[in-house]
């Protein structure tokens, strides 16, 4: 739906003008950063901490004093410090699908807890390119999700790379979906008119496409669309043990759907 | 306390019961037609009365000798200096043949400021006002009033104004008693109204009489023009952006007249030209038509209609957007006797808003209202020249739809009705040794109405009930009392000082995401959940003209406080669910400043410097820890220099700069990486302060007389010096910068030249 509000917006900015301004940012205290993933085979807990904003070196990860994952049975796990505040585990866990995971990550005495709910993995058609005509010729990503329970609300989260670099992001839930269970996704990549500028934004003949979409619990899905929405912060989805100790960042478990392909433009009608 | 009661009547009495001179007259037309309702005032007082069905008039002077001044829409106004009571006073007034070209409502515009009881009333003289330089060559009625002490602007590309630290949705705009909840064109960059069908209007910046309610900041009250009952008179006018044309005349003469006027912006006609932007829609319009009509000889009736609409198309109705106001109203002045009158007003209001987005496989479509139907009765009893008592009472019926949105196969909305009754009594009284007084009274009770769901809500934001209740059940009431007293004390012929308490309350509240307010902000009622606005106002001013009112000075300074203020919770905007009670937290605010303000009133040049040192701030639970934080509307220090030259009868020219301290901003204080992308830290809501504000306008006009018609070339330049003003700041990391952050500025307007052509006849 802003959607709409970003077309008028787009007209509003037709005879504007941009320019770089300097702004005096207050400095605060590092907040400690948590992503952490759960895949049916493995489990990475990502740790570093927030930078200044006029700090232009990219934020180290660091090492905490534990990470521990604990299943809804009890049973824990001890993840072991890799490299760069990366925390990583192998373990089988498809067998557990549908089963929440508790994150417990201890920093400078405090200690962090998140959980997740590990869902089937996402049913999706095969992405393709289309062009749309859009005050301009657009090109689209478009695929479409399969919803399989139509009795409860499913969330997903689908990110596409470009050559291994992440080109961009989007969150979907199955509101508004019809008994088809079809959820479409279309997702507007640049204008054509737009090409002649060489920019990360565009894709070119020969790019590697690479698609992973999630089926995602309801926490992370309002964290994510928070997260989107800009100028303030999501809500906290870590609680502390310590009254009002700030964390941010997500813990989410997922069964990833991928799908790859090497772009090959086509032209568009006039 | 009889005693005391006792004490202040006779009091009162004796102070009013001191010898003064009534005057008493007759008033024609040329044609030796009696006039009716002429307005008929004492030159440097506030004594003012009507003229009957017969034309005739008595006012109730201090001394003598004195001046009176009669003006009458569509006539010359007229000015007579009485030296003794001899004769009945006998006075024809002459056609203004310029009818449409000006309408001085106000006899002394300069003089309404310091003669006014009630403290922070602007009164806006078209003829003046209309002399600024606008944008695209459109005279803007709201921009215009942005000059003036303690009104702000938004800022480019926002109709929204700002007063006394309150935000534009705690303004209550009226157009001829008609609530316009939207008053700008293209997303604010143009005001709603035509500026050709505005007859006067008046500005109280908190401190109100006590028949306006609903505004915790302001009330803007338009009243539109009649037409002519002697003549007919047509106008038109093309700009660079829109062409407009107003007509009026006599339907029967001298007993009923028709007023029209409509603009269209066209420059949708030069998209059509290329070929990229063939297909698109972009344009706007409004009309306003106004039927007068002398009902025998004690009753006028005025009958007004207004639409103004907004279209936004992309090719093929892929999106959609338009939006707009329609109003209607029936005004019907009856005359008791000489000293007692009534005014019955039947209203009917709206305000719409729909969008739709169809391209590939997205069907999107969202839509909004506000309607508001509204009766109302108006008494005011004279029993002197020196006191006024009004009593009236209203009765609004509001549906609103705060959002329904299709979404594929899903389909929400939220709406609610309300009704809310009021009544008041002001008493107005002028004492012979310079006091004045005017207290007020109003009482409010509103009524939610089932109907529709209405719901008890956790703190996370999550509906804990679901509550039913029939339709046109009470869900819940809220009651307001609103005292309102002003006084003023003019303890030198042209000299005084005011002051004055204000109440008021609030029962439809818009929340803005950005501090930019525009047609797509969602508006919501007192709920069971949602409480009223209550706005507390202390002012105290001193106002000083020079002996023969060529300048004038003010000096206002005033506090107020807002309980029920609502923000939109982290992460949340107008979008994020149906239900707008899960996204609000609710808290309080307060403003208190300064305004200064100096005019020149006469000679070849005219103008005025007004400056404004304000501070506004909320306090809401959940926000900056709870703490006392800068509003998102807060601005330090607010300029704004206007000036006029009459170089002769043909040229003039006009110069406004304007400068205001950046609006408050919130940025990041820390960024972070997460989902492969940099994402921001804010630690503070507002606690950035955007670049200033400033620029300038310039405009030049030609008036040729022809012996028939008018014509004036208008030239104007907008933004003279280009200075880009900030409209958006956006943030992006860039590590390969030492600063580590690039900061962007997106600006909308630089320097845009202006020409328009006249033609009045």
């Known amino acids: 739906m802003k959607n709409i509000l970003y077309f008028i917006l787009a007209l509003i900015l037709f005879s504007s003008c941009e320019k770089e301004i300097e702004l005096d940012y207050n400095d605060i205290d590092p907040i400690p950063v948590i992503e952490g993933k759960l895949t049916p085979e493995k489990v990475e807990v990502k740790i570093t901490k927030t930078r200044n904003m006029n700090d232009s070196t990219k934020g180290k990860g660091l090492e905490c004093e534990s990470v521990i994952l604990t299943q809804l049975n009890g049973q824990q796990f001890v993840l072991n410090y890799d490299n760069d505040g990366f925390y990583r585990l192998e373990y089988d866990f498809l067998s557990n699908s549908q089963n929440t995971y508790m994150l417990n990550v201890k920093i400078d005495g405090v200690t962090y807890c998140c959980s997740s709910t590990l869902y089937p993995q996402a049913e999706i058609t095969e992405p393709r390119f289309v062009w749309t005509n859009l005050m301009d010729w657009a090109q689209c990503l478009e695929f479409e999700i399969i919803d399989k329970d139509l009795n409860t609300e499913n969330y997903y989260w689908y990110n596409v790379y470009k050559n291994g670099e992440i080109y961009c992001w989007a969150i979907v839930d199955d509101t508004g979906c019809d008994s088809s269970g079809i959820i479409y996704n279309d997702y507007l990549c640049y204008y054509d008119s737009d090409m002649e500028n060489d920019d990360d934004a565009f894709i070119y003949d020969g790019d590697i496409i690479e698609m992973e979409v999630k089926s995602i619990d309801q926490q992370t899905f309002d964290y994510l669309s928070e997260l989107q929405y800009g100028n303030n912060n999501p809500k906290q989805v870590f609680k502390s043990d310590i009254d009002n100790k700030k964390c941010l960042g997500y813990f989410t478990a997922y069964n990833p759907q991928n799908y790859k392909t090497v772009y090959n433009k086509t032209p568009h009608k006039k | ?761």
């Open chain 2, 1 to 761: 306390m009889k005693n005391i009661l006792t004490f202040i009547l006779l009091f009162m009495s004796t102070i009013m019961s001191n010898a003064q001179t009534k005057l008493l007259g007759t008033i024609t037309s040329k044609t030796g037609e009696k006039l009716a309702f002429v307005a008929v005032s004492e030159d440097g007082t506030t004594n003012g009365t009507l003229s009957d069905i017969d034309g005739n008039f008595s006012i109730t002077v201090k001394s003598l000798p004195t001046k009176l001044t009669f003006s009458f829409l569509g006539y010359q106004t007229y000015e007579q200096e009485i030296s003794s009571v001899s004769n009945k006073i006998n006075v024809t007034l002459e056609e203004d043949t310029k009818a449409l070209e000006e309408v001085k409502v106000v006899a002394k515009y300069g003089r309404s400021r310091t003669e006014n009881v009630i403290i922070g009333v602007e009164n806006i003289q078209m003829s003046e006002m209309s002399k600024v330089p606008a944008i695209m060559g459109e005279r803007d009625i709201i921009k215009s009033i942005q000059l003036l002490p303690g009104i702000k602007s938004e800022g480019d590309g926002s109709c929204g104004f700002q007063v006394r630290g309150g935000t534009p949705a705690q303004n209550l705009i009226l157009l001829d008693n008609a609530t316009i909840y939207n008053s700008g064109h293209l997303i604010g960059f143009f005001s709603a109204f035509n500026d050709e069908a505005i007859s006067n209007a008046q500005l109280y910046k908190g401190q109100m009489p006590a028949q306006f309610g609903d505004a915790s900041a302001s009330v803007f009250d338009i009243t539109t023009r009649s037409g002519s009952m002697e003549d007919y008179y047509f106008k038109a006018s093309i700009g660079l952006l829109a062409a407009k044309f107003a007509a009026e005349g006599p339907i029967a003469k001298n007993k009923a007249s028709f007023f029209v006027s409509a603009r269209r912006s066209y420059f949708d006609l030069f998209l059509k030209a290329t070929e990229k932007y063939k297909d698109k829609v972009l344009n706007f319009y409004d009309v306003n038509a106004k039927v007068t009509t002398k009902l025998g000889k004690k009753d006028m009736m005025n009958i007004m209609f207004f639409r103004s609409r907004d279209n936004m198309e992309l090719d093929n109705k892929i999106a959609v957007a338009n939006w707009g106001n329609t109003a209607a109203s029936l005004d019907w002045f009856h005359r008791y006797g000489q000293n007692i009158s009534g005014n019955t007003s039947l209203v009917y209001s709206n305000f719409d808003f729909y969008e739709g987005l169809n391209i590939l496989n997205i069907d999107e479509e969202a839509s909004a209202f506000v309607r508001h139907y509204l009766a109302k009765e108006n008494i005011k009893y004279s029993p002197t020249e020196n006191h006024n008592i009004m009593l009236g009472a209203q009765i609004d019926h509001i549906i609103l739809k705060s959002a329904e949105w299709q979404y594929y196969s899903l389909n929400e909305k939220e709406q609610r009705s309300a009704q809310e009754y009021s009544a008041w009594l002001s008493d107005d009284i002028k004492t012979n040794f310079g006091l004045e007084i005017s207290m007020g009274l109003r009482g409010v009770r509103f009524d939610v109405l089932g109907g529709s769901p209405y719901y008890n809500i956790g703190n996370d934001g999550e509906i804990l009930d679901t509550l039913s209740y029939k339709s046109g059940n009470v869900v819940k009431s809220y009651y307001s009392l609103e005292p309102r007293f002003s006084f003023k004390y003019q303890f030198a012929p042209h000299q005084s000082i005011k002051g004055g308490y204000c109440r008021t309350s609030q029962n439809i509240h818009s929340v803005s995401e950005n501090g930019m307010t525009g047609p797509y902000d969602r508006n919501t009622m007192s709920s069971n959940i949602i409480k009223p606005e209550i706005a507390n106002q202390i002012s105290f001013g001193y106002m000083a003209e020079t002996e023969n009112c060529g300048y004038e000075f003010s000096l206002e300074g005033y506090y107020k406080n807002v309980d029920n203020v609502y923000e939109y919770k982290d992460g949340k905007g107008f979008m994020s669910h149906i239900e707008f009670e899960r996204m609000l937290m609710c808290g309080k605010g307060r403003a208190y400043g300064a305004e200064f303000y100096a005019k020149k009133n006469k000679g070849k040049f005219t103008g005025w410097i007004s400056y404004t040192l304000s501070w506004s701030e909320n306090k809401v639970d959940g926000i900056n820890d709870n703490k006392w934080y800068t509003a998102s509307n807060d601005r330090r220090h607010d300029i704004a220099l206007v000036g006029m030259y009459k170089f002769n009868n043909k040229w003039d020219m006009s110069a406004t700069w304007v400068y205001n301290t950046g609006k408050a901003l919130t940025a990041p204080s820390a960024k972070y990486e997460a989902t492969d992308y940099t994402c921001y830290y804010y630690n503070e809501r507002n606690g950035y302060r955007a670049p200033a504000y400033h620029r300038m306008d310039v405009s030049f006009n030609r008036t040729k007389e022809c012996e028939k018609c008018i014509k004036i070339w208008s030239f104007g330049i907008y933004n003279i010096y280009n200075h880009y003003n900030p409209y958006i700041i956006s943030f992006e990391n860039d590590d390969t910068k030492l600063s580590g952050t690039k900061t962007v500025q997106t600006s909308l307007f630089g320097i845009v030249p202006s020409v328009s052509f006249t033609i009045k006849f």
